[in-house]
Nanobody, 127 residues
């Protein structure tokens, strides 16, 4: 059983930065896909960014390209989401997702393809 622990959410002003962390325990370190999704009030969950182990590869939603960066920890199963130039529309609960497989590219963007989820961390950006 994989458990995900997220941290790093908070409140910032427009243009500010935050760094989210997600650490996984109980998963395989040889191949996996980890991602961030978010859900704003009254909206559907949406893909933000993802990383595929074993060959690498990072993927971003168009809305965050150039502002957010996903990276991994080489010593453990963990990913980080550096969020710069935050905007009020980035306000949401951010969820970390994990799957023990190296998902194909088309599957990376779909939340239904991940087997494990974190509890979520709130990010609030005020104007």
């Amino acid at each position: 059983q994989v458990q995900l622990v997220e941290s790093g959410g908070g409140s910032v002003q427009d243009g500010g930065s935050l760094r989210l962390s997600c650490a996984a325990s109980g998963g395989s370190s040889s191949t996996y896909t980890m991602a961030w999704f978010r859900q704003a009030p009254g909206k559907e969950r949406e893909f933000v960014a993802a990383f595929r182990r074993s060959g690498g590869g990072t993927y971003y939603a168009d809305s965050v390209k150039g502002r957010f960066t996903i990276s991994r920890d080489n010593a453990k199963i963990a990913v980080y989401l550096q969020m710069n130039n935050l905007k009020p529309e980035d306000t949401a609960v951010y969820y970390c997702a994990f799957d023990n497989r190296r998902l194909i590219v088309s599957a990376v963007y779909g939340g239904e393809n991940y087997n494990y989820w974190g509890q979520g961390t709130q990010v609030t950006v005020s104007s």
